[in-house]
């Protein structure tokens, strides 16, 4: 959530404005339309590789549908949950990812008719701009999660002793394989705890808000 990339995704695949059709999914009574869902799985799609004449089992399709209309469906939760908090984003900080999105794009010419295409002008996009930095926002601030003991890394250290010791004893490996063991250990177990701090706020907002799936 906090790459450039999915805010280039939108831009491609995203019109907040344009008359989409019947809805794909309600969120809190917010809907997400079939048509926002279409653009957007084209480009999820491109995202991981994928193209979307490639796939020939129909479960393969539905499986990936859902997924690109649940990381939607996450979106709109998180832009709520950033209104809920009063996340504010300065408008300084919005003109300077608007900038780095003009960069990515190479040109200011590219980029303004990629705001055309996607039904934006430089106000509307401004402001959906400013909707997706306060999201990550909130996003990123699950992630800030207590620094784990020292009890902690060495208990996540020997559960998982054969990869960060080389599958050695360690009475007796070496004592700086240990160390370095020990330090790849906190890192990925700071890791795996924000991965589950990011993946709990998402469950508690599903949980907690009226969800419909139409699609």
Not at 94 to 102: M, W
Request: charged share 25%; aromatic share 6%; with cysteine.
């Amino acid at each position: 959530m906090n790459r450039l990339m999915p805010l280039l995704l939108c831009l491609l695949a995203v019109s907040l404005h344009a008359a989409d059709g019947p809805p794909a999914a309600r969120v809190n009574g917010v809907e997400i339309s079939q048509m926002r869902l279409e653009r957007y799985f084209a480009e999820y799609l491109e995202d991981q590789g994928r193209a979307l004449t490639s796939i020939r089992n129909p479960s393969v399709y539905k499986r990936l549908r859902e997924q690109a209309l649940n990381d939607l469906i996450d979106r709109e939760l998180l832009w709520q949950e950033a209104q809920r908090q009063g996340v504010a984003v300065s408008d300084a900080e919005v003109e300077a990812r608007i900038g780095h999105l003009r960069q990515a794009f190479g040109s200011n010419e590219v980029f303004e008719r990629r705001l055309a295409d996607a039904g934006f002008d430089p106000q509307s996009f401004a402001a959906y701009t400013r909707q997706e930095m306060a999201a990550q926002q909130v996003f990123v601030a699950a992630s800030r999660v207590p620094e784990p003991s020292a009890a902690q890394v060495s208990a996540f250290y020997q559960a998982n002793a054969k990869t960060f010791a080389g599958g050695q004893n360690q009475s007796q490996g070496d004592p700086v394989q240990r160390e370095q063991g020990l330090a790849m250990a906190k890192t990925l177990l700071i890791d795996q705890l924000q991965t589950q701090a990011r993946q709990a706020l998402l469950q508690r907002l599903r949980d907690s808000g009226q969800l419909q799936r139409i699609d």
